[in-house]
């Protein structure tokens, strides 16, 4: 006769979430609610009367444009590193830095065409919902061009591989978020005019 074993404890299965991801997560949720205030703000402020109707500037669309390019380079410096391949996760964040530099540069643009066009951050509160919205995304956006400039020094420092790469995927992350943020933001200054 064989003695009984006490039956095996079931087995749980956790998914694994790094601490820096969720801190992120966390931090991505309460800026969506920060710019959905300010959205909110917005509309009811506008309903109010005494708002000054122009036209988004045309840098702001070259803007767009080099943001949603950024994220497709973003995602090719992620693709690259998960595959092994540091130099061209190199290449990759090189072209992103430069495409997010680009997109600071044109929002400067933009903001300079506001103001030939008489529309001030002071005055009309449609000016000055512009330049908070905007300002506090550029300000966002500079957040992450620091840490896409700190990840790259790494990366030319060879300190990622296919199994260690927590910070690029972070920056992946951060980054795809702000392109998306921006999308909505300038279809609804578009359109709510």
Known sequence: MQPMTAPAPEEKTYTKIHSSKMVLWIAIVSMIMMFAGLTSAYI?????????VFELPRAFYFSTAFLLVSSLTMHYALRSIRA???QQLLTGLLITLGLGL???F????GWSVLVDQGVYFVGNP???FMYVITALHLAHLGGGLLYLLYVTVRAIRGRYTANRNIQVQLCAIYWHFLDILWIYLFVFLLVMR
């Not at 009811?44 to 000054?52: D, F, I, K, S």
């Not at 044109?106 to 643009?109: A, S, Y």
């Open 44 to 52: 009811v402020r506008q309903a109010e009367g005494n708002w000054l």
């Open 102 to 104: 680009a997109f600071a």
């Open 106 to 109: 044109t929002q400067f643009l």
């Open 84 to 86: 092994g391949r540091p």
């Open 126 to 128: 449609s000016g000055s």
